[in-house]
């Protein structure tokens, strides 16, 4: 072996005791790099499963249809790993609730890897030609049908006027169907699906046998590839080998109808050459890099100040190497190969903790969650715990990476001291003792040797005044952080006067049944329906309020609320219809009257005429202002952005500063307007783009909390004979309150955890400095020992020191915390400084700085019990130290 | 013919009110195969002299040469392989390092050069320090005696041109003192090598071929005693 590695074996073996701290630091480092490391990879691993979940595990296909003919040219391509198929919809005549079907056929590989199968409510999917799966509203609203059963169809298609109608065309006048064959399938299972009550066809997929289908049925075919990599590339030359019309996309990966499974590939790192820089280095990527090297750089503060302790105690043997001829490079490579050989089982050790830990902490989290019921919004709350062979490798070099990086600067350092230096070591840093002009009395003394000591140590614990401050500092950003976000959520957020929001997703107009049966439902003390639409008024300048021009008015800046045009602002506008009993009583409630809004020819509306004097204050210190002028009686509108769409004008009937809807949010900037529902729903009628969910609506209730659940399970019941589940959803105060409850506790846990970390670098760090610098100076003391310092004394001198050590971390790192929270203040511009420090959780920070203290304190007190202990002769002999 | 001369050698420390000059425009030179010693009162700079010419210490001003060779401006490492190839220094308190064998210490600036060592060379150094039944013990389990002989071995194994000896046998009894004056002289007669030793014996002085005197950090006397 060489005589390097050898020594520096041999050295470590002998040294074991003082290895300890050198093995915590590693130990502690590796556990938060694998935790970083580990959470990050869940969630992307999450992400992957998402996606696979939502799209399937394709990774392209192609926006044209294939033949029979050319599925085996598919099969044997080289490039080609999978390839699934699934049909066009086809029509089929049912004659039931609804009169058709639309039906597609998928074969094995697809109903094995594509989102199909997650839908599966009931029974299992077809494995047979005559077999079918039927969505699940097909058996609710026929329920003569069951699983088991057998349905005849009649397979055509459906045209009007010549004209042939696709599968899921709306029903029109005087459409026909024509039958080109009768199939009878078993109903083998129930899939969910969102299908409107206005569509006339039940969706339904059969069974893919490839070898008895029709030559002249059309497939899309999806392709998993060997090399996925190169499918920018390959698939393109797939397409157009398989005949596809070329096209004339920009870029030469979407050509020839290829398509891609755009998420799931990007999650791999796969990105089209098209790809602009903010997506090739997305915020994803930028965030992981950023985290992993943000608990490198805590790993290197942790490990860089032991080792530069460790490095210390052998500089005498580091330089007699030197003197008998080590070159710099030799000592580096035995500082380092001592790295490695200390790193080994600590490294081990971390990863497994830090596996355990996530694992814990997964489970906690998933746990707290499952026991409160509530569909908690993301990832971190419904990640699973998951490792890899990859995932432990990069861990592992990772962490030796980050010890090689820490020990580079000892390692330098003590290849490039002077040999004599080294050997004569006494470990004090006079270039940086000061010189004080000062008479030593005898009642000042202890006190004097005290700071003479501190000031001749001056550098061997900078590191540990560097590590711990930068501990607390970091602490502090993340409380920060934490701080924001419960000011948020009690400054910031809208207190609900309605406890319950029922919303129904509907493309036309809702049944007024249904709503009349849910808000006479008892227990429902106050209630209010309506719908909005969003859309655009152009503003001429002196349309601003005086109190708005007084605060600057309409600003001619770039802005996120408004729009800039040649002789005006384009504002968003939102129209509000209430339902009639509610803008009656508001409108006589401010001394108007209702009748003058339902004129449709002349539409009038109420201005709720109120803007955010500071939009940058919190909603709980926001003061409202005046928004538009009182002379303001007509606004232009528009359906659309840019002066398009419908476009029409609205009176202004009144100004009021009082919401019609108690807990209403207003957005800044966004002038809201109220009008009856069915003036609404007339002005809609003429609406070019009326998009998809146009005529949905809000129902707030008001109901007290211990009546929640059975109104929400009349409104269930009301519901499910009007509306498929998906096209409601209802919300209350209740799901709020345990989702602000979990994510409390979570919250909580992480601070935990990330606390519990810091406070072990700083406590590692201050036990093993303070400990190795008071071994250093057995002799020292031995010697004051021997010219007759008596035990108190020294006791009282160590205390002293103990003191600074306690108070100097905070002496910089309390005004450094105080700059970050005024920084986060200043850059979020809703939140003062007193805002933030006033929701500043300081029990953490009073727990974390005590337990410093502690350690510091327990240091020197070990340390003082080994001192008292020391025979004076036997240590001012000993050659060791 | 010169293997060692010195230009105006100085080494100060500190700055200011605390600044210490350890050597004065040191100026001379050493013959080869010549047995000097170095003799002063504590602070007349012998130790930092010596630790210069070895090439563990660097001057503040002023040039070295050995054997022909300036060492004062050698840049890091090959100032390290001078240290390993042409000096063997001495310590008052023998310095080897205590996690390797006696045979290592020894072997130590071969095996840094990753040279394997003439073993016929090595046991005869060996059999001269009488360290035959030490070799595989390690420096704590040594007396001070044999422990400077290992240190000794050290310094001869690579046969340099020159063996700088800084107080060797003050922390040795008088019968170790004079076995290691011995082994000196053995060394300077057989191998031809140079020595420079530092020692407050006035009575091993003597035995040497030239005294030098220094004091507050100059040479104050320069006396060639034998030929």
């Known amino acids: ?881 | 013919m010169e293997i060692l001369r010195t230009e105006s050698l100085t080494k100060s420390y500190g700055e200011g009110e605390s600044k210490v000059i350890a050597l004065r425009d040191v100026t001379f030179s050493v013959e080869k195969g010549q047995f000097v010693s170095i003799v002063g009162a504590s602070g007349s700079g012998k130790s930092t002299l010596l630790h210069i010419l070895g090439g563990v210490d660097r001057p503040t001003s002023g040039k070295v040469f050995v054997e022909d060779r300036e060492i004062s401006t050698l840049k890091e490492n090959e100032l390290a392989l001078f240290r390993r190839r042409n000096v063997g220094l001495i310590y008052q308190f023998y310095n080897l390092i205590p996690t390797i064998n006696v045979k290592k210490n020894i072997l130590l600036p071969l095996l840094l050069d990753g040279r394997t060592p003439d073993m016929e060379h090595f046991n005869e150094i060996v059999s001269m320090l009488g360290l035959e039944n030490r070799l595989m013990h390690y420096p704590g389990q040594l007396s001070g005696g044999q422990q400077q002989r290992a240190a000794i071995g050290r310094a001869l194994i690579y046969r340099p041109a020159i063996i700088l000896a800084d107080e060797p046998t003050g922390n040795l009894d008088r019968k170790n003192s004079n076995d290691i004056l011995e082994l000196l002289k053995v060394s300077n007669r057989k191998y031809k090598q140079t020595i420079l030793l530092i020692t407050h014996d006035e009575k091993m002085a003597l035995e040497t071929d030239r005294i030098i005197t220094m004091e507050d950090g100059r040479i104050i006397s320069d006396e060639v005693i034998r030929q």
């Open chain 1, 1 to 881: 072996m060489n005589i390097l590695t050898e020594y520096t074996l041999n050295y470590v073996k002998r040294n074991k005791k003082n290895t300890i701290s050198i093995l915590v630091a590693i130990t502690v480092g590796t556990i938060l790099l694998s935790t970083v490391v580990l959470m990050s990879y869940m969630l992307w691993d999450y992400e992957l499963e998402k996606i696979i979940l939502r799209n399937g595990n394709y990774h392209g296909y192609f926006n044209a249809y294939i033949n029979k003919s050319q599925i085996p040219y598919l099969r044997e391509n080289q490039k080609v790993d999978q390839l699934y198929l699934m049909t066009e919809f086809i029509s089929g005549k049912i004659n039931l609730e609804r009169p058709y079907v639309s039906i597609s056929y998928m074969d094995k590989n697809y109903l094995d890897n594509m989102p199909t199968k997650n839908t599966l409510m009931e029974g299992r999917l077809p494995e047979k030609a005559d077999e079918i799966v039927v969505m699940g509203n097909f058996i609710k609203e026929n329920p003569e049908y069951k699983i088991g059963d057998k349905v005849k169809i009649e397979l055509g298609y459906r045209h009007n006027n010549g004209v042939q109608l696709g599968p899921f065309d709306l029903l029109q006048e005087g459409e026909s169907f024509t039958k080109e064959k009768e199939k009878e399938y078993t109903i083998v299972g129930t899939i969910s699906g969102k299908i409107r009550s206005y569509e006339p066809s039940y969706t339904f997929f059969g069974f893919l046998d490839v070898d008895l289908i029709e030559d002249d049925i059309r497939l899309t075919p999806f392709l998993r590839m060997k090399n996925p990599r190169t499918i920018y590339k390959d698939l393109p030359e797939i397409g157009k080998a398989l005949g596809f019309d070329c096209g004339e996309e920009v870029h030469s990966e979407y050509l020839y109808k290829a398509v891609y499974n755009t998420s799931y590939l990007k999650l791999q790192g796969i990105l089209p050459p098209s790809a602009e820089l903010n997506e090739i280095i997305s915020m994803d990527i930028v965030a992981f890099i950023i985290f992993v090297l943000f608990a490198m750089l805590l790993f290197v503060i942790i490990v860089y100040n032991v080792f530069t302790v460790w490095s210390n105690n052998r500089l005498k043997q580091l330089g007699i190497l030197k003197s008998v001829g080590a070159t710099p490079k030799q000592i580096r490579k035995t500082v380092r190969l001592e790295a490695i050989f200390l790193s080994i089982v600590p490294i081990v050790s971390g990863i497994i903790i830090g596996h355990l830990f996530c694992y814990f902490l997964t489970d906690k989290i998933t746990s707290v969650v499952k026991n409160s019921n509530v569909d908690i919004d993301g990832n971190i709350y419904k990640m699973v715990f998951k490792t890899s062979p990859v995932i432990i490798g990069l861990i592992i070099v990772l962490a030796f990476i980050t010890i090689l990086l820490s020990v580079s600067s000892p390692a330098r350092r003590l290849s490039k001291i002077v040999p004599i230096e080294a050997i004569k070591q006494s470990g004090l840093d006079y270039k940086h003792f000061k010189r004080k002009k000062e008479s030593y009395s005898s009642r000042n003394i202890v006190s004097t040797l005290a700071r003479d000591s501190l000031n001749g140590n001056r550098k061997g614990f900078r590191t540990t005044i560097i590590s711990i401050s930068t501990s607390f500092i970091i602490m502090a950003i993340f409380l920060t952080a934490v701080s924001i976000n419960r000011a948020n959520r009690a400054l910031n957020t809208i207190e609900n006067y309605y406890t319950m929001n029922v919303t129904l997703y509907t493309a036309e107009l809702a049944n007024e049944n249904m709503i009349k049966e849910i808000i006479s439902i008892p227990k429902i003390k106050e209630s209010i329906v309506y719908k909005s639409t969003y859309i655009y008024s152009k503003i001429k300048p002196e349309y601003a309020s005086d109190e708005f021009d007084n605060i600057g008015g309409f600003n001619d800046n770039a802005n996120d609320y408004y729009k800039k045009l040649d002789d005006g602002y384009e504002l968003n506008v939102v129209l509000m219809g209430l339902d009639s009993n509610s803008f009656d009583n508001f409108v006589k409630s401010q001394g108007g009257n209702p009748s003058d809004y339902y004129d449709e020819n002349n539409p009038k509306a109420v201005l709720l005429n109120l803007v955010k004097e500071d939009i940058n204050q919190p909603l709980a210190r926001a003061n409202f202002i005046p928004f538009l002028d009182d002379g303001v009686d007509s606004l232009s509108l528009n359906e659309l952005a840019n002066g398009e769409g419908y476009s029409f004008n609205i009176d202004i009937g009144m100004k009021t500063s009082k919401k019609p809807i108690k807990d209403l949010y207003l957005m800044n900037y966004n002038i809201y307007l109220f009008v009856p529902k069915e003036i609404l729903n007339s002005l809609m009628e003429d609406f070019d783009l009326p998009g998809d969910y146009a005529h949905s609506e809000r129902i707030r209730l008001l109901v007290d909390e211990e009546d929640i659940e059975e109104v929400k399970k009349k409104i269930n019941e009301i519901n499910k004979y009007y509306l498929p589940e998906e096209d409601y959803y209802i919300w209350d105060i209740l799901d709020d309150i345990a989702q602000e409850e979990i994510q409390n506790r979570t919250m909580y846990l992480i601070t935990f955890s990330i606390v519990f970390f810091l406070g072990i670098i700083g406590v590692s760090n201050a036990y093993s400095s303070i400990n190795n610098n008071l071994r250093n100076r057995r002799r020292e003391f031995a010697m004051l020992k021997s010219i007759g310092i008596s035990k108190s004394a020294l006791k009282k001198m160590l205390n002293l020191e103990g003191i600074y050590y306690c108070t100097y971390p905070f002496i910089f790192s309390i005004p450094l915390s105080l700059i970050v929270i005024v920084i986060f203040a200043k850059l979020g511009t809703v939140f003062s400084t007193k805002d933030i420090l006033l929701f500043l959780d300081f029990r953490v920070i009073a727990i974390y700085t005590a337990v410093i203290i502690i350690s510091i304190y327990l240091a020197y007190y070990f340390g003082i019990k080994k001192v008292d202990k020391d025979e004076i002769a036997n240590v001012l002999k000993d050659e060791g130290i």
